[in-house]
């Protein structure tokens, strides 16, 4: 059952679009400014206290639920839409699907990269700009984590240093530049909406992992293979791969990864760096290709990210799988025509 509790804010440690950082009584909280207003020092604010109190590391901070300053408040919405659905805090944001740009043609080829962690969104970044630094990469954000993509500071920053060029938010995920109903709709608003040469679909941060067969976030890359392939796209899996995690079922290839594999209803392309180890991986077209140092890539870009708190020195190889897949779209581009 959820927690809640009441208290003042006391200091705003940073601010951006659709995001505050605050302390209440001096614990640290965010706020989700689309769906509650900002927040000013002196406030009196209720805060869900859920995440800290199980521990969780993701999620470890308060959420502001309401600001008490105020007794009334209303942002305009985007349309009739709403996510967030039946809960306190839906919100109409409106979906690009009911807007001009909307375009029911199909994905006509388009590279479509499946990650399985918010982390390796940052790889196939990296690999696919320094591979296509004039080609438009799109960021698809699924329901899988958490639901607000204005709490990614990954995707921020991303975004800061252009190695994404856009977002979208599926589902009942919110805060994209443009929101769309479900997955399989999203890739078509990312291609003819915001004009993507290839696209990137991954959760939220927090992912989601139970030690069971089926019992994890990740599985939906299943799905996305299947939706990308099946509206004429290209699909590119993201390996999940760690010398360094201490969980047998994650050594080496991620149970997540060949389970995620083996519910896909159609075939699909793995992008692996050339010299890797053989895979077993079924009928699927196993791709070796040249990979960048990914890790200097991310270096020299600014950008800071890690994968179950671990740095991409600690891990290389986590960053090298995931951009390969970055490599592997970027040539599929390379191979059609940019617009």
């Given at each position: 059952?959820?927690?809640?509790?009441?208290?003042?804010?006391?200091?705003?440690?940073?601010?951006?679009?659709?995001?505050?950082?605050?302390?209440?009584?001096?614990?640290?909280?965010?706020?989700?400014?689309?769906?509650?207003?900002?927040?000013a020092?002196?406030?009196?604010?209720?805060?869900?206290?859920?995440?800290?109190?199980?521990?969780?590391?993701?999620?470890?901070?308060?959420v502001?639920?309401?600001?008490?300053?105020?007794e009334?408040?209303?942002?305009?919405?985007?349309?009739?839409?709403?996510?967030?659905?039946?809960?306190?805090?839906?919100?109409?944001?409106?979906?690009?699907?009911?807007?001009?740009?909307?375009d029911?043609?199909?994905?006509?080829?388009?590279?479509?990269?499946?990650?399985?962690?918010?982390?390796?969104?940052?790889?196939?970044?990296?690999?696919?700009?320094?591979?296509?630094?004039?080609?438009?990469?799109?960021?698809?954000?699924?329901?899988?984590?958490?639901?607000?993509?204005?709490?990614?500071?990954?995707?921020?920053?991303?975004?800061?240093?252009?190695?994404?060029?856009?977002?979208?938010?599926?589902?009942?995920?919110?805060?994209?530049?443009?929101?769309?109903?479900?997955?399989?709709?999203?890739?078509?608003?990312?291609?003819?909406?915001?004009?993507?040469?290839?696209?990137?679909?991954?959760?939220?941060?927090?992912?989601?992992g139970?030690a069971?067969?089926?019992?994890?976030?990740?599985?939906?890359?299943?799905?996305?293979?299947?939706?990308?392939q099946?509206?004429?796209?290209?699909?590119?899996?993201?390996?999940?791969?760690?010398?360094?995690?201490?969980?047998?079922?994650?050594?080496?290839?991620?149970?997540?990864?060949?389970t995620?594999?083996?519910?896909?209803?159609?075939?699909?392309?793995?992008?692996?760096?050339?010299?890797?180890?053989?895979?077993?991986?079924?009928?699927?077209?196993?791709v070796?290709?040249?990979?960048?140092?990914?890790v200097?890539?991310?270096?020299?870009?600014?950008?800071?990210?890690?994968?179950?708190?671990?740095?991409?020195?600690?891990?290389?190889?986590?960053?090298?799988?995931a951009?390969?897949?970055?490599?592997?779209?970027?040539?599929?581009?390379?191979?059609?025509?940019?617009?």
């Amino acid at each position: 059952m959820p927690s809640f509790r009441t208290g003042t804010v006391t200091s705003i440690i940073s601010e951006r679009d659709g995001l505050q950082r605050v302390e209440v009584d001096g614990r640290n909280a965010y706020v989700l400014t689309s769906l509650t207003g900002d927040v000013a020092v002196g406030d009196r604010v209720v805060v869900n206290t859920t995440a800290v109190e199980l521990g969780l590391g993701t999620g470890g901070w308060d959420v502001v639920h309401w600001n008490l300053a105020r007794e009334t408040w209303h942002a305009g919405g985007g349309g009739h839409v709403m996510k967030l659905r039946y809960t306190s805090l839906q919100t109409d944001t409106g979906v690009a699907e009911q807007r001009d740009g909307y375009d029911e043609r199909g994905l006509d080829g388009m590279p479509v990269v499946a990650c399985g962690l918010h982390s390796q969104i940052a790889p196939v970044a990296a690999a696919f700009k320094h591979a296509a630094p004039d080609a438009t990469l799109v960021f698809v954000m699924t329901d899988a984590a958490a639901l607000p993509l204005p709490l990614s500071d990954l995707v921020a920053d991303l975004r800061d240093r252009r190695l994404l060029d856009s977002t979208v938010s599926a589902g009942q995920a919110f805060g994209g530049d443009r929101e769309a109903v479900n997955l399989p709709s999203a890739l078509r608003v990312a291609r003819a909406a915001a004009g993507a040469d290839a696209v990137v679909v991954g959760p939220g941060p927090g992912g989601v992992g139970t030690a069971t067969e089926l019992g994890f976030g990740a599985l939906e890359v299943a799905a996305v293979v299947d939706a990308a392939q099946r509206d004429g796209g290209q699909a590119i899996v993201a390996l999940r791969w760690s010398d360094a995690d201490t969980r047998p079922r994650h050594r080496g290839l991620s149970h997540h990864s060949r389970t995620a594999l083996r519910w896909a209803g159609e075939r699909v392309t793995v992008a692996v760096p050339r010299g890797a180890p053989a895979l077993d991986l079924g009928e699927q077209d196993i791709v070796e290709v040249d990979v960048p140092d990914v890790v200097e890539l991310l270096a020299d870009a600014g950008i800071a990210v890690t994968t179950m708190g671990r740095s991409p020195a600690e891990e290389p190889e986590f960053f090298r799988y995931a951009g390969a897949a970055g490599v592997a779209a970027a040539a599929r581009v390379a191979r059609g025509t940019m617009r």
